[in-house]
């Protein structure tokens, strides 16, 4: 598990905004592993290759899952008729998350099920060692295929590997 530090306040942990990538669980601030090059070439991957087909994605943004439990996706990307909110509140249209190898499995499943709760429809966890998509659905991950239609426009997740620059 990643450290977690017990007995915050959500106040104390709103503190930290901006200049933190910990996230909140009722009273509980769970630090996110520490990311590499790979991690973040493929972040910015996504980002470019969303940007190009015309999607505006996010990074790095609180996400208030439920009262008391924030998390931070990758990337996400909004609905378009979302409100502009700070801190997102409103179930995003998808979330990416890039698996690290530092991440423990029952955080990255805990972290999912959050998102699924919240109604978040797309929930995608790339592991760029193996290059292999999953989508979070029904409380189990499945491999996807490579299409997938996001702000009703269709893209193949398998070309998000041509924007990578490590």
Do not use: C
């Not at 910990?22 to 996504?46: L, Q």
């Amino acid at each position: 598990m990643n450290p977690v530090i017990d007995h915050v306040t959500e106040e104390e942990y709103l503190k930290t905004l901006g200049s933190s990538r910990d996230e909140f669980d009722n009273g509980r601030i769970i630090r996110r592993a520490v990311t590499g090059i790979t991690h973040g070439s493929w972040t910015v991957a996504i980002i470019e290759f969303l940007l190009n087909k015309g999607i505006v994605p996010k990074s790095e943004v609180h996400v208030i899952v439920r009262a008391g439990d924030y998390r931070i996706p990758d990337v996400l990307v909004l609905r378009p008729d979302a409100p502009r909110e700070e801190i997102v509140m409103t179930p995003p249209e998808a979330v990416f998350e890039v698996l690290s190898p530092a991440d423990p499995w029952d955080d990255v499943e805990a972290k999912f099920q959050d998102y699924e709760q919240m109604g978040i429809p797309i929930k995608l966890l790339l592991n760029p060692r193996t290059k292999m998509w999953k989508v979070y659905s029904g409380g189990e991950f499945r491999l996807v295929q490579t299409r997938i239609t996001l702000n009703k426009v269709e893209i193949d997740l398998a070309d998000i590997e041509q924007y990578v620059r490590n």
